[in-house]
């Protein structure tokens, strides 16, 4: 048997609301990876196992790859097995805990020393954008914004905020997938200064709610009109389960990512209330959906003892 390596990665919620592309936080929910070096294969089980077994590992393998090729090293043959947690195509950052443990165990598997910034820059070229690989790397609620970087890789600034741990978070899981790009293929190309400067100011009230407590503020800070107005075509419900979160007593609610996910950040005494009132939203509108409560996660990606 060859050596290897078990990574953890956190699923993640990007977006928060207002934070389009810029916010995201990791949960308390982990996807698991086994590398085994000198041989090759891909196995998984669990949460899409079906769909996860089709894609035989492809964005995991092209993490891996990446890595090495990032040093100028040969790519070593791999055996990858993933016990998936997180519900896939639902906005909960699946393809994200994929990309950042290719990366992770080429890492250290490979004695790469990529550092944080390396390894987030390699996961946002395949990922596209930062906000799910931000977190599902390092943890935390995570603000993110791109740089001018050296002309051949961009920048990314990055500041990680850790979670309290009064919070506890609702995700009401639909029983569809929605892809991202379907997601963002709704978007409009251009959005009215009103609209820009009213998101701007949101996502600036949620980092200094979220850093002061002010827990009361969590809800207007959340509010959005860049992406989900839009994306309510796409999740029948959207704006009655966001509603109804509120309304059984969430602090604050969003559509998890790309969704079809919605959040709810609740207090521990609230968090029944609000997942009742979440699944009955979306059964209105004839959509199954599961519940899963956790709590923001403080941890990254992180190698099994």
């Not at 590398?35 to 894609?55: H, Q, V, Y």
């Not at 395949?126 to 791109?146: F, K, Q, R, W, Y």
């Not at 990055?158 to 963002?184: C, D, H, I, M, N």
Request: glycine share 10%; aromatic share 6%; with cysteine.
């Amino acid at each position: 048997m060859g050596k290897g390596v078990r990574v953890l990665v956190p699923a993640t919620t990007a977006n928060l609301g207002a934070g389009f592309d810029c916010l995201g936080m990791a949960l308390n929910l982990y996807n698991v990876f086994d590398f085994e070096l000198g041989s090759e294969g891909f196995t998984a089980a669990g949460e899409g196992e079906e769909s996860l077994r089709a894609s035989s590992g492809r964005l995991i393998y092209r993490a891996w790859q990446a890595a090495y090729e990032y040093r100028n090293q040969a790519v070593p043959p791999v055996k990858i097995n993933l016990k998936s947690n997180i519900p896939i195509g639902r906005g909960l950052g699946s393809s994200a805990t994929a990309i950042i443990a290719g990366l992770f165990a080429a890492n250290y598997l490979g004695e790469l020393a990529l550092d944080d910034q390396e390894l987030l820059l390699l996961a946002t070229e395949i990922e596209g954008h930062p906000d799910n690989v931000a977190p599902a790397l390092l943890g935390g609620l995570v603000v993110t914004a791109n740089g001018d970087g050296d002309g051949q890789r961009p920048a990314l600034h990055y500041v990680v905020l850790e979670p309290p741990g009064e919070l506890q978070a609702v995700l009401a899981v639909p029983a569809f997938e929605l892809s991202t790009a379907k997601a963002r293929s709704v978007l409009p190309k251009n959005v009215s200064r009103q609209d820009a400067v009213f998101n701007v100011g949101r996502a600036a009230l949620l980092v200094a709610a979220w850093s002061s407590r002010r827990w009361d503020l969590l809800g207007k800070a959340m509010e959005d009109r860049l992406h989900q107005p839009m994306r309510a075509a796409l999740v029948p419900g959207l704006t009655q389960v966001l509603e109804a979160a509120e309304g059984a007593g969430a602090l604050g609610a969003a559509l998890s990512g790309a969704g079809p996910s919605v959040i709810a950040l609740t207090l521990e005494e609230q968090a029944a209330a609000v997942s009742e009132a979440m699944e009955r939203a979306f059964s209105a509108h004839g959509i199954d959906c599961k519940i899963i409560r956790t709590t923001p996660a403080r941890q990254g990606a992180y190698l099994a003892d």
